[in-house]
């Protein structure tokens, strides 16, 4: 915390960093289950929360923490929550907020899973959901109802990449006492951090560029209040989705570096996309860098950069997208994103396939979107083999 005041990189560097009596200078992995209580009166101190010392980890553990306080830090909250996996975040929210016959209002393209669990697994406690265009305030407003207890955003939206306006949307939602949440898994706290727009909580897929190597899956959530915080963390902790040691030092490894990974990934994903926005087999691109994004100007004023995502469709749709796919040598083919090296993957086939056609058409997941996460390779190297598995259909 004695860095509080300093700038971004300097805070990615050094943030929770331990004072350990052997002068660590990276955050040692306490690979331990369970902590020793110093006498017994020391265990029920702890217990009570008279005295803030380790338990068991599960409930905290030092490594844990440092990564927790860092994101915490790099997203301007009350403190930080380390789950699994996205999914574990996703799921300590849900089950904080949504009660028995709750209404939760969401971004229609969310990430396929954070859609499915509610229809398959909450609806069986009675929670419903309205998937809506969040990019349209009036249409999150209209769908809002008397027993509405949480609004998600996804901004981007994976894998349209549209732009919802998080100022806006915080101003409906708490107009009516509704807590928002912001999934902000595809910018990372360097290019938006939605609690100074007004969200109450921030999440991220820390599976993604917070780590940024494609080594480990994980997820952090920050609320902006003690209150949330408690709550949040109180699920976490009790269900179990918990982040392990050695996980933790390797994301805390990972986001040391996040912004130069995103400075050099973005540059590369403008050139790209301006390079296939002219393609003549390319039907459309959506990059919220390209002035022809239709929510370019709020990503201008939203965000502190347009990231490294891009989705687009090929003319011939899916068949053309599958050859495409199946022709690029450098870009792996694969789901997940926010890397060093170029993934790309197939939403309507892989990561959002478990979304019914007609649902995936409304929320813009169309059978020919193919989406790029660009990496930090050389771009004429990226745009060689883009262009070379193009040649092929053509
Ligand atoms: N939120 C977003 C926006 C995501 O993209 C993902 C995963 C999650 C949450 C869930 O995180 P996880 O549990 O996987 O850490 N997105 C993926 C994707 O687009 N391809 O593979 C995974």
Redesign the pocket.
Known sequence: MKKKKSGFNTKLVHLGELEDSMGSVTVPIFQTSTFSFKNAQHGADCFSGKDDGYIYTRLGNPTINALEETIAELENGFGGIATS??????NSIYLALLGQGAHLVSTAS??G??RNVIEKHYSRFGVEATFVDTSDPDKVKQSIKSNTRMILV?TPS??TMQITDIRKIAEIAHKYGIPLVV?N??SSPYLQNPLDLGADVV??????FINGHADV???VIVAKEENLYKQIRDIMVNFGCNMDPHQAYLVHRGVKTLSIRIEKAQENAAKIAQWLEKHPLVKWVKYPGLRSHPQHELAKKQMRGFGTMISFELKGGHNTGKAFMDNVELAILA???GGIETLI?H?AS??HSGINKEEKLKAGITDGLV?LSVGIENVEDLIDDLSQALDKIT
């Open positions: 996996s996205g999914m574990g975040a996703v969310v990430y899973p954070s996804e994976n894998p999934d898994t595809f999440f991220h897929s820390i599976t993604k899956v994980g997820g789901v997940s994103l993957q939403p892989m990561t989406r």
